[in-house]
Each structure stands twice: as C-alpha cells, then as structure tokens.
C-alpha cells in the first residue's frame, strides 16, 4: 500500500503539466509552452560537432604573405635543381640589388660547378669565379644584367646547405646596348646622317663572350702537362677554364679517350665503347646521352662501381656532379696497374701516405690510392697534388689537375706519356 501512495505522488504532478498542456492547447500560453519544449532548428540545421569537424578536414589556405619568387626574377638566371627558397629580399627598383636565399641538401661544391658550367654555357661573361681571391662569390654579367652567387653563407643547418642569388640591372649599360629597329639601321650621332648612306656598323659593337680563362691561368706546375694532354684532343686546344671544377661524365670521357689515344696501337688496351643498343646500367645516363658510349663502357669493363661490378647501390653515375679526388683516383688506377686492385685499409694509407684524413676517404677508394703509392714518382697523387699529408678526398677536381692525371698511364715503369706519343705522331715518316 504504502509503494503505491509514492508511485500516485510522483504521477500527479506529470498528470497535472498534461491536463494544463491540453486545457491551453488553442490558447496563447499553449502556443508558447509547446514551442519552448520543441527542438531549435538552427541546431538541426547546424549541427555544433559536426561543424567543427568538417571545418578540420578543409584545405587550409596559404596566408597572403606566403613566400614566392620575385615577380621581375630573370629568367636568364636558372635556378639550381631541386631547391628551394628559404628569403626573398626586394628591392626598390630593377636598378638596385634583390636578393634571393636558397636552400639545398647537395654540398656547396655541387652548387658552384653547376653555375660555372650554367652561366658559360648560357652566354653569360664571368666576371668573378668563386675562388678564394673572391671570398666565394660568383659573379657574371649579360647585357644590362648582373648576378652575383654568394657560395659562402653561414652553413650548414639540419645537413643543408645555403647559398644566395642577387640580381640587379645596370641602367649605365642598357643605355649602351645598341637598339635597332627592325626597318631602320642603328641610330647615328650625326642627325644630318639618316639621309645618307648607311654607314658601316661601329667597332664598338658586342663581341662573343670571351673565354673566361686562358692558358695562362693554369698553375705553373700542372701547365706541361694540361697542354701536352690538350694537343692530344682530349681537351680543347687553347684548354679554357683549367681551374673549373670538371664534372664526373666530362672526366670519364676524357678518361677513355686519352686511354685509347695513348694505346691507339695496342687493340688489347684500349676501352671498347658501347654502343647505343646496351641496356643502359645507370638510370640518368641514358643511350641518348653525349657521354653514354664512355660511361657505359666504363661500367661494362668493370673500371668504374656499378650494378655490373656487384655494387648494387650504384644506380646513379650522376654526371653532371663535380670530380671529387678519391674518384679521380678510383677510376684512373685501374687502367695504370691493369689488374685487380689490392686490399687496403684506412691504417695502411696513414702509414704509407701520412694522410691525416684518411679516415674520411670512400672504402673503395682506399684500395686504389694504396696501389697509387707502389707507383713512385708516376703516382697521380704526386703528380697531381704535389707532396701534401691531407688529401681532401671530398675536395673537387679542376680541368687542369683532372689533365694532369691523364698525362701518364702506366706502373712501375711499364708505361707511356702524353708527351711520347706526340713525339711519336710528329715525327715525319720516310
């Protein structure tokens, strides 16, 4: 009895809100009960979580500021592959200097010889070639243009490197450019000279980019020996840019050509060429590159490391990368002592060369500079770097030492010179 008195006096007020409910169902305050109790649409329609979470899947837009390349950036100046831009420093007008930053994971020695290949390739007039005397800036000039490579910035951040590219134009020599038109000849100073005869073009008009180096910059020690290997074909005969770095593919080019030029009469010495049908053995030296037949048959005869010679992680030859000494020395021993390269270790070329860098050269490479060392005086260390006790194996090769090297092919004395065989090819026949 007593359970069902609390259950009546829990019902009577829900009975009571009920019977009021339906007693002002057609009143005002019915109206009003009725819809206070209803659900809001604006929440139907709107949903408060599922906003939120929709929003959170939205692309979000860069912000107005969102760094981009100068607008007026030349494109005259190219912009080294896979970078990125990291400041853009405007200027007031074209007149003055814009600075650009960037950024990359490739060593600053990859930057450099990339833009000296670039811009002299491009037609562009070095004025400064990033050497010490520049404090590492590359400058050149084309037309009323001028760009200035800065190779020396505060380096390296989380394994990357920087380096800069300002540019600004010269209103000095836009003045100086001549500005013909396609129906008339250059103007004349002489006002009273449009209505005579046309008059020679002057003197002063531009002149093909010159070589930025000449024969006299080469490094008196090395200057024999890049001439005599430059009379045999294998560079140019006035050998321009000798303390350019050279790059892996111009090298293995060269490599074979001088191996083949010097052993033109032995067949059994000589590097076979491969030919344009190979399955290609690394992926960026294709059967349509300018140096396919000698890198290919580099590979083939087993002189350089690749997937042929067992190195599996060898896929790239890269070849537009900058000579680094250890591979200078990799690749050249081999055809000077034509047989396997001996065992070596790191303790051994500290021993034998005193190299207090040792540690730091490519396993590979220690074989062969240990087989250089059995060479004596014709080793291409000596002949090359000259007597040192750091051999700077990351450090880049330039035309003239990468000459140097291939003046001289042989070992212990079984071997030929550059100068022999132009001997040789000179003298008359009876």
Known sequence: MKIISQYLIKLIPIIGITALLSSCANSTLGDSLQQSLEADPQLQENPPFQESAATENQPISPPDDFLKLPENFPQEISIYPGSSLQDVTLAASDTQKTSTVWRTTDPIDFVRTYYQNRLASDGWEIVSNADQESDGLLVATKQDLQVTINLKLDQVLEGKTKFSIDYSRDPEAIASQPQPTPSESPESPDPTAATSSPTPEPETTPTPTPTPSTTGDIPQ???????????????????????????????????VQANNKIYADIPGRQIRLSISSSQPVFTDVP??????AEIQGLAEAGLIPSSLSGDTTAVQFRPDAPLTREYLILWKVPLDIRQGLPQGTVDAVEQRWGFQDASKINSNAIRAILADFDNGDNANIRRVFGFTTL???????????????????????????????????????S
Do not use: C, S
């Open 221 to 255: 020690e090395l200057k024999q020996f890049a001439m005599d290997v430059a009379k045999l074909g294998v560079f140019e005969q006035n050998f321009p840019n000798p303390n350019q770095a050279i790059t892996r593919g111009e090298f293995a080019r060269a490599l």
């Open 287 to 292: 059967a349509n590159h300018p140096y396919f």
């Open 391 to 429: 051999f700077q194996p990351q450090r880049t090769v330039t035309r003239a030492e990468a000459a140097t090297a291939l003046w001289y092919f042989g070992f212990q004395g079984d071997g030929r010179t550059v100068r022999e065989i132009l001997e040789v090819n000179q003298t008359p026949v």
